[in-house]
């Protein structure tokens, strides 16, 4: 069956208890084809100044899923793939950057602002900031745009969100980050990575986020450390010899990873550890009722325990590769 893919995300107890309710965060999405596997996951920063955020991350979700697609489509992409001889990997980076991690940021702030020209902010909305400057800023806005039909730079920031994706398809795999939560993989030897790097900037509440102003041009920049955050992997080598690719890809919003320790080295190995079980789950059972069991998982551990917060998970796993290594995983892990 080669690739499957499954993205799931569900309101926590923290937003759901408040009066009002607060509506979930987090958005995610899945799609499958013979050429393309992708998740994608998105956490509204849910701060009173980004009182649209659960819109902010559903359209970075539209962006992404839409960006993918079309960038797999792209005559230069295909181009670099169509004989034996592959591209440098910088080449390909560059690519990534420029017509898709670009045109992504692009596409959520026409979205973001077209929400915005349809539905201004109304005094109740910006009521909602706990910020004065930013009450300032959004009643400026939006008498500027009554009166001469102009938006000001800073009306994306009610829509802020974090974005994660995995792209898998048969001559490449890449990942990409803005922002918080976890990008992990699984390889048939067990071993679990976190290939795309931690933004360092994500500290406590703060966050890297699609909003930030000067997010056009660190899609741009080889951000390793902070911004937008990129791995990519070929998945054949200049021989046509068939490269390690991971069997199982995960992401996840701060609704799961920040219910695990807070020293890097452990998240990543209790992260790591958590997504071998659901993936032998996946040996053991039907594809859609280890999704469902995925779904009770997420209600009962993390929504609505643990941190409460709005959770989110997205899989891309190769169940019948999975089926060669379970035995070992199993005795090893």
């Given at each position: 069956m080669g690739f499957r893919s499954f993205a799931y995300s569900e309101v926590g107890i923290t937003h759901s208890r408040k009066k009002p309710p607060l509506p979930c965060q987090d958005s995610s999405a899945s799609f499958d084809s013979d050429k393309l596997n992708v998740v994608v996951v998105a956490d509204g920063h849910g701060d009173s100044n980004c009182f649209r955020s659960d819109l902010g991350s559903k359209f970075a979700v539209e962006s992404a899923m839409e960006g993918v697609k079309a960038f797999v489509d792209l005559d230069d992409v295909k181009d670099l793939f169509k004989d034996s001889k592959l591209p440098a990997k910088n080449v390909f980076d560059k690519l990534i950057r420029e017509k898709l991690?670009?045109?992504?940021?692009?596409?959520?702030?026409?979205?973001?602002r077209d929400d915005f020209s349809n539905n201004p902010f109304s005094r109740e909305d910006i009521l909602k900031c706990g910020s004065e400057k930013y009450r300032k800023r959004y009643t400026d806005m939006v008498l500027d745009f009554k009166d001469?039909?102009?938006?000001?730079?800073?009306?994306?920031?009610?829509?802020?969100?974090?974005?994660i994706g995995?792209?898998?398809?048969?001559?490449?795999?890449?990942?990409?980050?803005?922002?918080?939560?976890?990008?992990?993989c699984l390889y048939k030897n067990g071993r679990g990575d976190q290939h795309v790097p931690w933004d360092y900037r994500c500290f406590l509440n703060v966050t890297t986020s699609i909003c930030d102003d000067d997010i056009l041009e660190r899609c741009e920049e080889d951000a390793q450390g902070a911004g937008v955050r990129l791995y990519s992997s070929f998945r054949r080598d200049q021989n046509g010899n068939a490269l390690e690719t991971p069997i199982a890809f995960f992401i996840c919003s701060d609704g799961i990873d920040d219910n695990f320790s807070a020293d890097e080295k452990e998240n990543k190995n209790e992260l790591c550890r958590l997504y071998r079980i659901i993936s032998l789950a996946f040996t053991a059972d039907d594809f859609k009722s280890v999704c469902d069991q995925i779904k009770n998982l997420i209600h009962i551990k993390w929504a609505n325990a643990g941190k409460g917060d709005d959770?989110?998970?997205g899989i891309i796993i190769d169940i019948?590769?999975?089926?060669?290594v379970k035995e070992k995983w199993k005795k090893n892990f």
């Open positions: 991690l670009n045109n992504i940021v692009r596409s959520w702030i026409i979205k973001a001469k039909g102009e938006m000001g730079q800073y009306i994306t920031k009610a829509y802020g969100s974090s974005l995995a792209v898998v398809t048969p001559d490449y795999w890449f990942g990409f980050h803005i922002g918080d939560g976890r990008w992990t959770t989110s998970i019948d590769e999975l089926q060669d």
